[in-house]
């Protein structure tokens, strides 16, 4: 109870505005909390082109236009377990395919994408060999059928989907290379 009511009133005292100074507080406690220094797609100290190369970060439409109620006053609640807010603008998505993956179905957007902001494409939390590892653990992953699967292999984006497809392992009709930022 003391620890909700501290966590509560760390949110409270800086209020909605995230700064340098709370930025780690406030990322300690909450999950896309926006990283004050990021810096957006294109956008650089020499202005618009001088910054990261495209796909080096992106931003959620609602959060660059500072749109926070889209998502924060609409009464649904959001947890990495349940972001139904998502399905306001994202309707359909979890049920698009065939074969679903586990956490699109069940509304779980937050598992893979982080609501604000990311270094990777699609908001993805991480590298997608992390997103999808901190479920699906390598050790069960076949290398003798997979190669990609060996340690050190490719990127997952690279031969699955990750939101579902056509038969039960998301495969892409034709696997890909780049690095794993493809389409989620």
């Avoid at 990261?52 to 609409?74: I, N, Q, R």
């Avoid at 947890?79 to 049920?95: D, F, I, P, Y």
């Avoid at 994408?113 to 992390?130: F, N, Y």
Wanted: glycine share 14%; hydrophobic share 35%; with cysteine.
């Amino acid at each position: 109870m003391l620890l909700s009511a501290l966590v509560l009133a760390a949110a409270a005292w800086p209020g909605c505005t995230v700064t340098r100074d709370n930025y780690k507080t406030l990322a300690l406690f909450f999950d896309g909390v926006p990283d004050p220094d990021a810096v957006p797609i294109g956008a650089g100290p020499l202005g618009p082109g001088s910054g990261p190369a495209a796909g080096m970060l992106s931003v959620h439409k609602p959060y660059a236009e500072d749109g926070c109620s889209e998502c924060h006053d609409s009464g649904l609640s959001m947890t990495r377990n349940q972001s139904r807010v998502c399905a306001k603008c994202h309707e359909g998505k979890q049920n698009e395919h065939a074969n679903m993956h586990g956490p699109v179905a069940a509304q779980a957007c937050l598992w893979c994408h982080s609501p604000h902001e990311s270094t990777r494409l699609h908001l993805l939390r991480d590298d997608d060999r992390v997103v999808c590892g901190s479920c699906h653990a390598p050790a069960l992953l076949s290398a003798i059928k997979a190669p990609g699967h060996a340690e050190g292999g490719g990127a997952c984006l690279e031969c699955h989907t990750g939101h579902g497809g056509p038969e039960r392992k998301m495969l892409r009709a034709a696997p890909r290379g780049g690095g794993g930022a493809g389409t989620p």
